[in-house]
């Protein structure tokens, strides 16, 4: 199952180094793709999207199901 997010805050790769470790520690992520460029995050695997977009609030960024 893919689970496709829009993510808000990101401005370098650093956020989306942050951003991408905070996913793939979230049960039940076999894979995370974030792309500063469309601000967007592709999760694959079966979390929970509110566990994923709890994972980025924690992180500093905010995050909505798109």
Known sequence: MKTKLQVTGMS???CV???T???QQ???VDQAEVSLE???AVVTGS???EALIAAIKEEGFA???I
Do not use: I
Request: with cysteine.
């Open 38 to 40: 469309d601000k967007q």
């Open 26 to 28: 979230v049960p039940g």
């Open 63 to 65: 995050a909505e199901v």
């Open 17 to 19: 180094g942050a951003v």
């Open 21 to 23: 470790k905070a996913l």
């Open 47 to 49: 979390a929970d999207p």
């Open 12 to 14: 370098c790769m650093h």
